[in-house]
C-alpha cells in the first residue's frame, strides 16, 4: 500500500514563508516523480510543481512560479515544496502526488496525500 503524507501546513501572513514535507512509503520513492497540487474552496485542483524522481525536469505553474520551490531527499522518502512571498490567494488545501514520470495533469498521478491546509490571512 502507498501511503503520502503531508505536513507543515498552517497559518501565515501575506508575505510569509512556509514550507511544506511529503512523505511516501510503500513504493520505491526514488524511481517516481512527485508532484504538488492545490485546491481552494470552490475552485478546480491546480497544479503547482512537479519533480522528477532525479530531481531535474520540474516545472511549476504560473501561479507560484518564482515563489515556490520544489525539492526532494530520496533518502528520506520526502519531497519539499519551500513557498515564499505567500499571497491571500495562496490559500488552499495543497495535496502532494506520485507518478511514474513527471506531469502538470493531477489525472495522471496515482496515488495522492490527504492534503495540509494552508491559510494566508492578515
Known amino acids: 500500500q502507498v501511503n503520502l503524507v503531508e505536513s507543515g501546513g498552517g497559518l501565515v501572513q501575506p508575505g510569509d514563508s512556509l514550507t511544506l514535507s511529503c512523505t511516501t512509503s510503500g513504493r520505491t520513492f526514488s524511481s517516481y516523480a512527485m508532484g504538488w497540487f492545490r485546491q481552494a474552496p470552490g475552485k478546480e485542483r491546480e497544479f503547482v510543481a512537479t519533480?522528477?524522481?532525479?530531481?531535474?525536469?520540474?516545472v511549476y505553474g504560473d501561479s507560484v512560479r518564482g515563489r515556490f520551490f520544489v525539492a526532494r531527499d530520496n533518502a528520506k522518502n520526502t519531497v519539499f515544496l519551500a513557498m515564499n512571498s505567500l499571497k491571500l490567494e495562496d490559500t488552499a488545501v495543497y495535496y502532494c502526488a506520485t507518478n511514474q514520470y513527471p506531469t502538470t495533469v493531477a489525472g495522471e498521478y496515482d496515488y495522492w496525500g490527504q492534503g495540509t491546509q494552508v491559510t494566508v490571512s492578515s
Open positions: 519533480i522528477g524522481w532525479n530531481g531535474e525536469n520540474i
